[in-house]
């Protein structure tokens, strides 16, 4: 099971919509994945680096700054950085 800070938990949230009318809070697209990345021994390094790529295909080059801004905060942008720079590569 994961741990996270409570400082954390507001990162990378986003308010979609379930209903009409009604709206929920969400993780988006880039948390996920820097998420995916940070428990890669606990989840696999294959469904970390396939998460990334989808997501890299989906945002394209734009996608790549959400992806490192949220890795800083969540500190493990020393993970995501290279990890990213592969799969561009």
Excluded: W
Excluded at 33 to 57: I, K, P, Q
């Amino acid at each position: 099971m994961a741990q996270y800070a409570a400082k954390t938990f507001d990162i990378g949230i986003e308010r979609f919509e379930a209903a009409p009318g009604e709206t929920i809070p969400m993780y988006n697209a880039a948390r996920s994945v820097v998420d995916a990345m940070r428990h890669r021994s606990r989840l696999g390094e294959t469904l970390a680096l396939s998460t990334l790529g989808r997501c890299l295909r989906q945002s394209g080059r734009g996608g790549v700054s959400k992806l490192q801004h949220i890795a800083s905060e969540l500190d493990v942008l020393s993970v995501v950085r290279p990890a990213v720079e592969a799969v561009l590569a």
